[in-house]
């Protein structure tokens, strides 16, 4: 069965039929979802038969895009030119060597997405989806194109070399190794309101690494939208936009999963003002070091552009902020507020008391006074004492 290699439990009739849709919208050019399909087709075939898979014929794989054999081979080498490893024999035909679920090209996310997503809703995380090897930043990429691109457009990079986290920080992931991208957002929300969209994403985020096995009961949210295994740093959220005065006219959420990478590693080559702008606050690690196992990427990511679709669509406000409440690292705990850069000048230090009705961080102070706090840098201490 297809799902016992991808995780993918849908008819090939569906997954067409998705396919055909998002062609039709605008939302995947013909040329991928051929791509797609000739995948998935080549995989099906590995995972009945293992490592005795059979080729198919350049025929057979022509007759199933409704292309000619010449337009299969150009597939194919497109296929390989992302890495997907296809061998080929002369008078045989394709045949698929592994599977490619640690891919994170449009071809190998799309297929377990399309499982999760319907295009013909009104906008998909992920969708249409633009997959680049290396850039300085998804978020800058993505960003250039942002008055012209739908809602739910996505940038995937394999590598990021200039990433960034909130407040300037430096955001270090590992090429081929952990997860970088951003997605495009038109929400109906006031400039006011655009903080529940980093809060919705932490959130989504946090509900999926929850189904994983051995990290249940282990993920929690450092406000505003870090997401934490215990005390460390899995995640970190950067969402920028524009905005008039009464309507946020779009934004763009960037998110940083470190997955398979080594923290240790990275942080050893931290020049010493990066290195120091971790001083006080949770260390990184990445799921591979809490879990003692790689976890393929393609259908992790497919999983998060799900579940952030729907956390976004919605943006119900009783159910986000009891989902962040839940899971809130910070209460009870003494935090210090600061303003950030440039200044990073104190907002107000005392003892986290939980979440506020606007997902506001709330910090009662040793005066006794309860302050609102909608934005800033959160250096979280002990547990605060009776």
């Known amino acids: ?18 396919l055909d849709a998002a062609v039709a919208r605008g939302l995947l050019e013909r040329g991928p979802a051929h791509r797609i399909a000739l995948a998935v087709r080549l995989a ?24 000619s054999r010449a337009a299969v081979h150009k597939h194919v080498e497109h296929l390989r030119s992302l890495g997907f ?29 399309l499982e999760r997503a319907d295009p013909e809703t009104s906008w998909v995380a992920g969708l249409p989806y633009r997959y680049v090897a290396a850039c300085g930043s998804t978020n800058q990429v993505l960003k250039q194109t942002a008055a012209s691109s739908p809602s739910g457009a996505a940038v995937v990079a394999d590598e990021q070399n200039g990433g960034r986290g909130r407040l300037g920080r ?35 985020v946090a ?52 997955v398979n990478s080594d923290p240790a590693a990275l942080m050893s080559h931290l020049g010493l003002q990066a290195a120091g ?23 992790l990511l497919a999983a998060l552009l799900a579940r952030l679709t729907e956390r976004w669509a919605g943006l119900e406000t009783a159910g986000l902020l009891a989902g962040l409440r839940k899971r809130d690292l910070l209460a009870g705990r003494r935090v210090e507020v600061l303003s950030g850069p440039p200044h990073n000048e104190p ?9 506020g009705p606007e997902g506001q961080l709330l910090v009662r102070t040793g005066a006794g006074e ?17």
């Open 277 to 299: 702008e971790w001083l006080g606050r949770p260390r990184p690690t990445s799921l591979r070091t809490e879990i003692g196992r790689d976890l393929p990427r393609a259908p």
């Open 170 to 204: 430096t955001w270090v992931a590992q090429a081929g190794k952990d997860l970088t991208f951003s997605v495009l957002l038109r929400p109906s929300v006031t400039p006011v309101q655009a903080h529940l969209l980093s809060l919705a994403a932490a959130l989504a």
């Open 347 to 355: 907002v107000v230090a005392g003892t986290a008391s939980g979440i």
């Open 85 to 113: 490893a296809i061998a080929s024999v002369v008078g045989a035909g394709y045949r698929l060597e592994r599977p490619f679920t640690d891919l994170v090209a449009a071809e190998a996310v799309l297929p377990f997405l």
């Open 1 to 18: 069965m297809l799902s016992s290699l991808l995780g993918i439990d849908m008819a090939g009739d569906l997954l067409a039929d998705r």
């Open 44 to 67: 099906s075939v590995l995972s009945d038969a293992g490592e005795a898979a059979p080729f198919l014929s350049g025929q057979e794989c022509g007759r199933l895009l409704g292309v």
């Open 207 to 258: 509900e999926t690494l929850e189904t994983i096995p051995g990290l249940g009961g282990r993920v929690g949210i450092k406000w505003p939208n870090d997401v934490l295994l215990g005390d460390k740093k899995v995640c970190g959220i950067l969402l920028e936009g524009s905005m008039d005065v009464d309507r946020l006219q779009w934004a763009v959420a960037g998110v940083g999963l470190n």
């Open 370 to 386: 309860t302050v609102a706090v909608f934005a800033g840098d959160v250096t979280m201490g002990r547990v605060a004492g009776p």
